[in-house]
T-cell receptor, first 112, second 115 residues
Framework: GDSVTQMEGPVTLSEEAFLTINCTYT??????LFWYVQYPGEGLQLLLK?????DKGSNKGFEATYRKETTSFHLEKGSVQVSDSAVYFC???????????FGTGTLLAVQP | GAVVSQHPSRVICKSGTSVKIECRSL??????MFWYRQFPKQSLMLMAT?????????EQGVEKDKFLINHASLTLSTLTVTSAHPEDSSFYIC???????????FGSGTRLTVV
């Protein structure tokens, strides 16, 4: 079945460092891809998404490009802030059912 | 934008009692609602999918008699954890979806602790 694999955390960075969180997927069809963020004590928020190959999703300085050839959707940010500390989930969505399949999440800790 | 309200945000209950969690779409009609469970330091696992007016579809391994899901209207779905036990303690989160555009808007989650 469809699945999502993302790098294990925790990822610990200093403020203003460059961030990459890797995400790869397996899917039988052409899924939509998402990054969700979960801040401490809160629910999930959609961070960005891409619905087809070569689409780039971006929001709040974060970017991810839908790479069909490598089945990847890596999350990047050029300069992280302490307020970016959270758990980041990569996910794919089956177009027909809207079901989301999540990766295991990556904890990001940004230190001042 | 689309807003989903989930209530309560935290609940502590005694072992053997039942707990109801509500998920409401505030500004759109949700034809489908999903219920997820998140174990500590793990990902969200889909428990069930509910379509308005029909029985929920449960994922493999989820006990439908223990986790009762009702989706009686286009704006409300409820999850009832029956005869709760400490191992049911978890973070439960819903998401609502509309067929024609608004997809997978999450509630803020419910932290259930069974003592």
């Amino acid at each position: 079945g469809d699945s999502v694999t993302q790098m294990e955390g925790p990822v610990t960075l200093s403020e203003e460092a460059f961030l990459t969180i890797n995400c790869t997927y397996t899917a039988t069809g052409y899924p939509s891809l998402f990054w969700y963020v979960q801040y401490p004590g809160e629910g999930l928020q959609l961070l960005l998404k891409a619905t087809k190959a070569d689409d780039k999703g971006s929001n709040k300085g974060f970017e991810a490009t839908y790479r069909k050839e490598t089945t990847s959707f890596h999350l990047e940010k050029g300069s992280v802030q302490v307020s970016d500390s959270a758990v980041y989930f990569c996910a794919l969505s089956d177009r027909a059912t809207n079901k989301l399949i999540f990766g295991t999440g990556t904890l990001l800790a940004v230190q001042p | 934008g689309a807003v989903v309200s989930q209530h309560p945000s935290r609940v502590i209950c005694k072992s053997g009692t039942s707990v109801k969690i509500e998920c409401r779409s505030l500004d759109f009609q949700a034809t489908t609602m999903f219920w997820y469970r998140q174990f500590p330091k793990q990902s969200l696992m889909l428990m069930a999918t509910s379509n308005e007016g029909s029985k929920a579809t449960y994922e493999q391994g989820v006990e439908k008699d223990k986790f009762l899901i009702n989706h009686a209207s286009l704006t409300l779905s409820t999850l009832t954890v029956t005869s709760a036990h400490p191992e049911d303690s978890s973070f439960y989160i819903c998401s609502a979806s509309r067929r024609d555009g608004i997809r997978n808007t999450f509630g803020s989650g419910t932290r259930l602790t069974v003592v």
